[in-house]
């Protein structure tokens, strides 16, 4: 929340954006931290709702608020997660001017690029996936929330097998429905993303449910007057939700597993991309491996067992393992040798600034308090091209080059 107020507030108040926080938390901490905003900008207004109520029960309830009380011209809902640049929103505000009906704000990596849709069936086919984010659709409240049977879509769409994505059901019942009709694409890659302190969803347990079943529900209670429905679905998860990846990820997490798989088979497969092989290989290959696998990448794949095969000769004929470096590649290959079982004596680093005494529990030290070992020296290079180019000749001079192991090492 903290941040979310430390990087946007400034930019939505100089463009004259008013921000409603509404908080269904249990405490009252939240309240707490937007009050404060609130003394510094008269822009921020509060609003307590039910923590009960299901994520999207408040979404739909805000739509059908300000759809009846028509006080902004337009609605953007968002999880205060989305983070959006100030040259983004300068240019969401420049285009709201030509009068949209909708604008998705994409900042994905896909191959739409910014463009006007006059065609809800078109729309739809290309962007009822990314739709699926809070914080990706911007309404126009006069066209999109004006004169809404919410009754009759909150009994279509807010059951269990579908509430996950009213919103959605919402926005293509209405956009079908228009006479005329406008939107705008705009692409905007790295300008939206989401925080790094975002948590997982409520819903992180049942991923594979929701993805799997009430996405396809959604899809198909959509009026007849969308075609490829399955496709539209589909882009879902090539796009987003079932790269190789995010399957990592759920496999990390738990919620990927071999019952998953077997019972979401087909789904799966026209979502991914993937054949079930390739998914097997993504439950059970190494994460590297299991990429190159799914990407049918063979030769990065081969590449890439060739230089663990290497590691692991490297390893059994040094009994004295140190790796150099103390940053993001030094610290899978510190975790490779812990799972493996091989001792680890601790990590070289150049210089003591800025570097910890202990990481994962061994010592960081300097290449001048290395010292003489007890045994045969082995030092794993975990460190970028430009500083291991950069070690190479100090390493050299000191006879220990042919000690090291690095990654363009090559067979004997």
Known sequence: VEEFFKQCAVHFHSLGIDIYYYDSSETEETRLIVEDWMVRYTHIHYIRIPSTWHANRKVMSIFEQYGLEQTYDYLWVSGDAIRCSESVMRQVVSALERRYDMMIVNGMDCPIGTREYTDANELFQDCAWYTTLFGGVILNVHTMLAKVPWRKLQEKYEIPERINYSHVGLYFEVLCRLHEFRAFHLAVGGGLRTSALKEKGGWYRETFQVLCEYWPSTINALPQYYTNKIRAMNKLGYYSCFTPSAFLSYRKGNVYNLSILLKYRKTLEGMSGFDFIQLLGLLYLKPRPAVFFANRDFTGYVKELRKEWLLRIFCRAHSVLYIYGAGIRAVPYARYLQAKGIKLQGFIVTAKDGNPDLLLECPVITLAELGKPCGK???????????????????????????????DLKFF
């Open 377 to 407: 020296l082995g030092i794993i290079m975990g460190l970028s091209r430009k500083n291991l180019d950069a070690v190479e000749p100090v390493l050299k001079k000191l006879n220990m080059w042919q000690n090291t192991y690095h990654e």
